[in-house]
């Protein structure tokens, strides 16, 4: 699957080529990282994530273990959940027609999902131990599943926005993130490693602030409670009503003050690059605003 291997590094570079206040990106470091490891990730990641016909659970599983080869820390496991079905998505018969295809095929795939599936992402969300993370009443990560990759994630979906996305059928995905892409936004208009022209950089932007002024970010509820993901959120509503261009030196200066208090939206970003993953799988079927 070239056309999705390129979709997805595309998506994964735009991650840090455009400045998403909060995120790490070529403009600024952050939560100690750096940009290049985001793309040395992606590269390691993408092979076993587009492995044709794997199962889901081991796409997420294996893809983890080959990005912790590569960098050493978790850079991209929300990433990876939330691609790992749209990637099986995208090889059934006629999926890449239309969104709407390709959100039923979506339901297919995660109808399907088995408890190997979530004993592989198990193990994967295991190794690459992400901050916060706490423990759950049920079908704790730690423990050995028992539930279907699906039901174990609808228990986390209230606590967890990338969790929900397998409870809801990826609504998020469909109702926030594609839907503000403009018409005509053509992913690969570039290659991975090429600078985001403007244009591009404002629609990556627009999808970013639509999560983050729209959704209590998890991981910054996770890490800092509740009412800094909210003051995050009513921030990110102010400047998306401005239409803030990348070079703005305000978007820079709440970028660097969010890393320096330790703030990552974390789950807007990995979402944004699922919105971009999937928008290049569909290509200009799905019909932005």
């Not at 070239?2 to 995120?23: H, I, M, Q, S, Y």
């Not at 979506?106 to 399907?112: D, G, I, R, V």
């Not at 009412?227 to 400047?239: D, K, P, S, W």
Request: proline letters at 4%.
């Amino acid at each position: 699957m070239t056309e999705a291997r390129e979709a997805f590094l595309r998506a994964c570079w735009l991650d840090v080529a455009v400045r998403k206040p909060g995120n790490v990106s070529v403009f600024s470091a952050g939560h100690c990282m750096q940009a290049a490891q985001f793309v040395a990730s992606a590269q390691a990641a993408a092979g076993p994530l587009l492995a044709q016909g794997e199962r889901v659970g081991s796409r997420i599983e294996h893809a983890m273990a080959a990005t912790w080869r590569a960098v050493g820390c978790n850079t991209n496991l929300g990433i990876l959940l939330l691609c790992a079905p749209i990637a099986a998505a995208a090889e059934r018969e006629g999926a890449r027609t239309s969104a709407a295809a390709m959100r039923a095929a979506l339901a297919q795939t995660l109808a399907e999902l088995d408890v190997d599936d979530a004993r592989a992402a198990y193990r994967a969300i295991a190794q690459a131990n992400p901050g916060g993370l706490g423990d759950a009443p049920e079908q704790d990560v730690h423990d050995e599943p028992t539930l279907g990759l699906r039901e174990a994630m609808a228990l986390a979906a209230g606590r967890d926005r990338i969790a929900q996305q397998y409870a809801s059928g990826f609504d998020d995905l469909f109702g926030i993130g594609l839907a503000r892409l403009p018409r005509g936004f053509a992913l690969m208009s570039g290659a991975a490693g090429e600078p985001a022209d403007a244009g591009t950089a404002r629609a990556v932007q627009r999808v970013f602030l639509g999560y983050l002024g729209g959704i209590p970010d998890s991981h910054i509820v996770r890490k800092h409670g509740e009412a800094v993901a909210q003051t995050v959120m009513a921030a990110a509503q102010a400047i998306a009503a401005g239409e803030t261009p990348d070079g703005d030196t305000g978007l820079a200066a709440w970028d660097e003050s969010l890393k320096a208090q330790g703030i990552n939206p974390g789950t807007s970003a990995d979402l944004t690059v699922a919105t971009l993953f999937l928008a290049g799988l569909i290509g200009p079927t799905w019909h932005g605003t």
